[in-house]
């Protein structure tokens, strides 16, 4: 691990050099990621069910992968538009907010990184390369189509950061300061922020507005830029461990023994867990 190497981006760049395979040569270099994958006969290859669950349109007929020439994917195309939309609106926010240090927002850029391709791909670095790092989600259960926004934006970008040297993952990184506006003024966030309207139980929606909070305070913490990682340290840090505090998952334990959890209850286990770990 290259931890101290002083040319690096940052600390992306050192666990990124032992990532997982890409071939930069294909039409859709994501594929190259189930590679990974072992098969049950010479002639099936089976996939985890969490893969199967979370990127179907990859895994589907993926034995007559090498004939594909494009995969389309409605629900992710059209968390593309959205996530785009909502980084163009608290662009314009910010705008009227006066913000320093604001680049001018590059519409085309942004369509051009979230792409179905790239989210596929980006989703699939972080379940293979950096969920061991970053064990933020509960894999099996994880759904791009039912995730919160933020939460979707924040692993998304965290696979582009640990997905150089392609293009478009090196374009995400002029949307990072943008996306961090966006998940620390989204609207949940602000809510538990007020704290007197805060659930007595977390909600699914406040796990996942703070598990995009950490993730992008993750991942600009990792980039070597001065006035970056001191705005995450003074602002947005402490905001952060005040709305940790607010929502109650401080103060979450299981309700039954762990012996009396049944099948039924896999749900409730799970947002449980989530809350306390």
């Given at each position: 691990?290259?931890?101290?190497?002083?040319?690096?981006?940052?600390?992306?760049?050192a666990?990124?050099?032992?990532?997982?395979?890409?071939?930069?040569?294909?039409?859709?270099?994501?594929l190259s990621?189930?590679?990974?994958l072992?098969?049950?006969?010479?002639?099936?290859?089976s996939?985890?069910p969490?893969?199967?669950?979370l990127?179907?349109?990859?895994?589907?007929g993926?034995s007559?992968?090498?004939?594909?020439?494009?995969?389309?994917s409605?629900v992710?195309?059209?968390?593309?538009?959205?996530?785009v939309a909502?980084l163009?609106?608290t662009?314009?926010?910010?705008a009227?907010?006066n913000?320093?240090?604001?680049?001018?927002?590059?519409i085309?850029?942004?369509?051009?990184?979230f792409?179905?391709t790239?989210?596929?791909?980006f989703?699939g670095?972080y379940?293979?390369s950096?969920?061991?790092y970053h064990p933020?989600?509960?894999?099996?259960?994880?759904s791009?189509?039912?995730a919160?926004?933020?939460l979707f934006l924040?692993?998304?970008l965290?696979?582009?950061?640990?997905?150089?040297?392609?293009?478009h993952?090196?374009?995400?990184?002029l949307?990072?300061?943008?996306?961090?506006?966006?998940?620390?003024?989204?609207p949940?966030?602000r809510?538990?922020?007020?704290?007197s309207?805060t659930?007595?139980?977390?909600?699914?929606?406040?796990?996942?507005?703070?598990?995009?909070?950490?993730t992008?305070?993750?991942?600009?913490?990792?980039i070597?830029?001065q006035?970056?990682?001191?705005r995450?340290?003074?602002?947005?840090?402490?905001l952060?461990?005040?709305?940790?505090?607010?929502?109650?998952?401080?103060?979450?334990?299981?309700?039954?023994?762990?012996?009396?959890?049944?099948?039924?209850?896999?749900t409730?286990?799970?947002?449980y867990?989530?809350?306390?770990?």
């Amino acid at each position: 691990m290259k931890f101290t190497d002083p040319s690096a981006f940052g600390t992306s760049e050192a666990i990124e050099g032992e990532g997982f395979p890409r071939d930069q040569s294909s039409d859709m270099p994501w594929l190259s990621m189930l590679d990974w994958l072992e098969p049950t006969s010479e002639n099936e290859a089976s996939y985890a069910p969490w893969l199967t669950a979370l990127l179907p349109s990859v895994t589907t007929g993926f034995s007559e992968a090498s004939s594909l020439k494009s995969i389309s994917s409605p629900v992710l195309s059209k968390r593309g538009e959205e996530l785009v939309a909502q980084l163009s609106e608290t662009h314009q926010a910010m705008a009227l907010r006066n913000a320093t240090y604001l680049p001018g927002f590059d519409i085309s850029l942004a369509k051009s990184v979230f792409t179905v391709t790239n989210l596929e791909y980006f989703l699939g670095v972080y379940a293979y390369s950096i969920r061991s790092y970053h064990p933020i989600l509960h894999i099996p259960t994880f759904s791009y189509e039912q995730a919160s926004l933020p939460l979707f934006l924040a692993i998304i970008l965290l696979g582009a950061l640990y997905s150089p040297p392609m293009d478009h993952a090196v374009s995400a990184r002029l949307f990072f300061h943008i996306s961090e506006e966006y998940i620390f003024n989204h609207p949940t966030f602000r809510q538990l922020l007020l704290g007197s309207n805060t659930p007595k139980e977390p909600t699914i929606e406040t796990i996942e507005i703070l598990q995009a909070a950490l993730t992008i305070l993750v991942i600009q913490s990792s980039i070597n830029n001065q006035s970056t990682r001191r705005r995450i340290r003074v602002e947005k840090i402490p905001l952060f461990n005040a709305a940790v505090r607010l929502s109650g998952v401080l103060r979450m334990k299981h309700r039954i023994s762990m012996t009396d959890y049944t099948a039924k209850d896999w749900t409730l286990f799970v947002h449980y867990e989530s809350c306390i770990r």
